[in-house]
Structures are given as structure tokens and as C-alpha cells.
T-cell receptor, first 113, second 110 residues
Framework: NAGVTQTPKFRVLKTGQSMTLLCAQDMNHEYMYWYRQDPGMGLRLIHYSVGEGTTAKGEVPDGYNVSRLKKQNFLLGLESAAPSQTSVYFC????????????FGAGTRLSVL | GQQLNQSPQSMFIQEGEDVSMNCTSSSIFNTWLWYKQDPGEGPVLLIALYKAGELTSNGRLTAQFGITRKDSFLNISASIPSDVGIYFCAGQSTGNQFYFGTGTSLTVIP
């Protein structure tokens, strides 16, 4: 079972460049989440989705956009990358039935120079 | 956002020792969760707590949901080298958002 797969695993961007991070889950989960993890900060929620075609803002949404066109995929976009967006990004998914159990991907390490 | 304070920030212990870490919040939560993260990996759920006062075990791990609903603790008994990692608490009130603590880094010395 693949579970939650994030691509790419690593990326280096220059300030102002754009990119899209892909999260794919094969568990038919309704809910999907994007977090960023910074040293000493824990995980902070960027955006989330409760179903195909719906998205909502989390704690730190500025500078990011998301789309959930298909149930299994959740895309995180950076339109104009800034050094402050250097971080490790984690995607997670969960099902309505399993209450609060989120399954995480292995992360994408992004550096913005 | 809601702040979860986790302590201690880091721990260095001898193999076989017991470990205790805790998490406090400024807000009430309906669910407390404890995760472990290995280097280069995403967090993996260890224990989920759903009621105030609940005490739940998973092997050598025991976690409790505080009576005030603003805190939780995690204990690891008889630590082993594979316990090394970063432990995170997380809370959920109502709605679909989860709030994570800052993490406790555990090092086990053989």
C-alpha cells in the first residue's frame, strides 16, 4: 500500500519562482491537509480540504494556494516563492470514519534561495 | 492560532530508563493525539485520547487526557534505542483542524 505519497521529495527554488507540490493518497480519504514544519515550531496547518472540489484556509495560508480537483490528489502551489517559505512540507489525509487519525506523507524539503 | 507548549524540548536518557513528556494548551481540546516522527519521515500516530481523564496504553507507551482538557502527557517505559525520534502532541477541538506541539526530541543512549 502506498498510503500518502508526496512529490517531489526535495526542491530548491530561487526567490520569485513558482512550483506545485503534489500529494496523492490511495485510501479513498475524504479529508486532506497541508502542513509546514519549521524548527521549534511544530507542524502548522496551511490549507485543508474536506472533499473533492472544496478547500479551506488553515493557520498560515498566505503565499500558498491549493486545489482538490480529484479526491485522491491535493496540490499545494507557491506562486512566487520567498525565502520565508523554506520549510519541510507534509501532506496528511484521514477518513471521516476513523475520527482523528491522520496519515502523513514522508515530506517535501523545500529551500528558497 | 492555538498554542501547544510541549516539554521538555529535548531529552537524553539511558536505555532502560522511563520517559515522561507533557503538553499544555491555552484552549480546551476534545481530542489529544501523540505522534512520533523519525528522521526524514512523516509523523506516525501512537495514541489517540478522546475523553477527559482517559488513560490509554500502546505497548510501553501510556498517555493521559488531562481532566482540564488543556493538557496531556506521554510516558514511555523501559526505553530502547528505537524509541529515538521526535514526539509531538496534537489537539483538536471542534472542526477539522489539528494543532501541534513544538515537539520533544528523544535520544536514547545504549
Amino acid at each position: 500500500n502506498a498510503g500518502v505519497t508526496q512529490t517531489p521529495k526535495f526542491r530548491v527554488l530561487k526567490t520569485g519562482q513558482s512550483m506545485t507540490l503534489l500529494c496523492a493518497q490511495d485510501m479513498n480519504h475524504e479529508y486532506m491537509y497541508w502542513y509546514r514544519q519549521d524548527p521549534g515550531m511544530g507542524l502548522r496547518l496551511i490549507h485543508y480540504s474536506v472533499g473533492e472540489g472544496t478547500t479551506a484556509k488553515g493557520e498560515v495560508p498566505d503565499g500558498y494556494n491549493v486545489s482538490r480537483l480529484k479526491k485522491q490528489n491535493f496540490l499545494l502551489g507557491l506562486e512566487s516563492a520567498a525565502p520565508s517559505q523554506t520549510s519541510v512540507y507534509f501532506c496528511a489525509s484521514r477518513t471521516q470514519l476513523a475520527k482523528n487519525i491522520q496519515y502523513f506523507g514522508a515530506g517535501t524539503r523545500l529551500s528558497v534561495l | 492560532g492555538q498554542q501547544l507548549n510541549q516539554s521538555p524540548q529535548s531529552m537524553f536518557i539511558q536505555e532502560g530508563e522511563d520517559v515522561s513528556m507533557n503538553c499544555t494548551s491555552s484552549s480546551i481540546f476534545n481530542t489529544w493525539l501523540w505522534y512520533k516522527q523519525d528522521p526524514g519521515e512523516g509523523p506516525v500516530l501512537l495514541i489517540a485520547l478522546y475523553k477527559a481523564g482517559e488513560l490509554t496504553s500502546n505497548g510501553r507507551l501510556t498517555a493521559q487526557f488531562g481532566i482540564t482538557r488543556k493538557d496531556s502527557f506521554l510516558n514511555i517505559s523501559a526505553s530502547i534505542p528505537s524509541d529515538v525520534g521526535i514526539y509531538f502532541c496534537a489537539g483538536q477541538s471542534t472542526g477539522n483542524q489539528f494543532y501541534f506541539g513544538t515537539g520533544t526530541s528523544l535520544t536514547v543512549i545504549p
